[in-house]
């Protein structure tokens, strides 16, 4: 390759945290490595890819041109790589993985039964992480997979593959609540009851919202709390019907239940081995 990994990787993370030095950081290099890098490839490509006149760079009419084409080049180069451990007979011994609760577990099962007899002695772990958390865990090399709904916006490093199952949310509460009797349920009427919502270890970073909410770190816990009437939630389909005591109803909520897509994704920092690799064939060649 003519132009370095290194110096499309920092052009590529300049642009998407938007300074040299969030770059610098999230790539764990110092910020005089990230715009030597940088300025290396400006000088390779013959223009200039930030205006840097401001107090952080702009990305100039030419460097937008150029980073679609440098974004082609690293997907290539980790399909690439990604064909090389497929083909490696060099088998990790330790795999490690975190699912969310609205995975269904009957797919889980099936999916380790077969991982069993293709590889039975590689040390597995598998954890209960949601949304950022499960992100947060690949980027500090906690896990090697996740498998999580699909995401706005991800950090560079994360990459991703669609799987062909989906998980179906809906709105829940108590049978014995008031609003289990109504026809129809809007937003107001929600807004005057408890929510219990999800908050994952990341986000609880932020600030908490105003108003009537309790919140949990996965939806097993929301579960419980909905079936002791401490208010209404969303929750999968699936947990409430297979793991749920009869106790929760559906809100007829206009926009639910709604289909969640759902994602496997991995660090292309640190990519997972070829049993790893095989794990993300099978999650996306999975059906319902």
């Avoid at 026809?183 to 009427?189: A, G």
């Avoid at 105003?210 to 939806?219: E, I, R």
């Avoid at 559906?250 to 292309?268: C, E, F, K, R, Y």
Wanted: proline fraction near 5%; glycine fraction near 6%.
């Amino acid at each position: 390759m003519r132009y370095s990994p290194e110096s499309l990787q920092a052009f590529v993370y300049a642009v998407e945290k938007g300074s040299f030095s969030a770059a610098a950081r999230a790539l764990g290099k110092s910020q005089s490595t990230v715009s030597a890098a940088i300025a290396n490839l400006e000088t390779d490509l013959g223009f200039k890819l930030f205006n840097r006149a401001g107090r952080e760079p702009v990305l100039t009419e030419a460097g937008g041109h150029a980073l679609r084409r440098v974004k082609e080049i690293l997907t290539a180069s980790q399909r690439l790589d990604e064909l090389a451990v497929r083909l490696s007979d060099d088998v990790e011994p330790r795999l490690s993985m975190a699912i969310s609760d609205f995975w269904q577990a009957d797919h889980h099962e099936q999916l380790l039964k077969r991982f069993e007899a293709r590889y039975p002695h590689i040390a597995f772990e598998c954890m209960i992480a949601e949304d950022e958390d499960v992100i947060d865990l690949l980027l500090a090399n906690r896990i090697h997979l996740g498998v999580i709904r699909v995401q706005a916006a991800l950090p560079a490093a994360i990459a991703t593959s669609r799987l062909q199952v989906q998980a179906q949310m809906a709105v829940f509460i108590h049978r014995d609540h008031p609003l289990a009797r109504q026809p129809e349920v809007s937003q107001t009427d929600l807004a005057r009851v408890r929510e219990l919502r999800l908050n994952t270890w990341a986000s609880v970073r932020e600030p908490v919202s105003a108003g009537q909410v309790w919140s949990a770190p996965s939806y097993w816990l929301l579960l419980e709390m909905a079936e002791q009437g401490f208010g209404w939630s969303i929750l999968p389909r699936w947990l409430v019907e297979q793991y749920g005591h009869g106790l929760l109803q559906t809100l007829p909520l206009a926009g639910w239940p709604q289909n969640i897509a759902v994602d496997a994704v991995w660090s292309t920092q640190t990519p997972p081995g070829p049993a790893g690799r095989w794990m993300i064939d099978q999650l996306c060649a999975q059906r319902a």
